[in-house]
């Protein structure tokens, strides 16, 4: 089993930057692709950045690129997003998982960008 804990989410006015961690614990294996994750209000999850064990970014939603940068730091099981330029529309909960997700989704963490 594998828990998840986003954090680093808040209410931030459009143009701002905000950086989220995911720390994964438990049975995750070894050289698992890692991914974050977005659900707006009314709208369906969807995969925002991947990135690979190795480091290399594998995909980026066309709506954050050049925008958003996927990173992670293995020896601390934590993958990061860094968001800048923040829009409203980015406004939305975030999770990380694996990618693709076969893990249990944690709690995520709340983004909120006013216009």
């Known amino acids: 089993q594998v828990q998840l804990v986003e954090s680093g989410g808040g209410l931030v006015q459009a143009g701002g930057s905000l950086r989220l961690s995911c720390r994964a614990s438990?049975?995750?294996?070894?050289?698992?692709?890692m991914g974050w994750y977005r659900q707006a209000p009314g709208k369906e999850r969807e995969l925002v950045a991947a990135i690979r064990w190795s480091g290399d970014t594998i995909y980026y939603a066309d709506s954050v690129k050049g925008r958003f940068t996927i990173s992670r730091d293995n020896t601390k099981s934590t993958v990061y997003l860094q968001m800048n330029s923040l829009k409203p529309e980015d406004t939305a909960i975030y999770y990380c998982?694996?990618?693709?997700?076969?893990?249990?989704w944690g709690q995520g963490t709340q983004v909120t960008v006013s216009s």
């Open positions: 998982n694996s990618r693709p997700s076969t893990w249990s």
């Open positions: 438990g049975r995750t294996g070894s050289y698992y692709d």
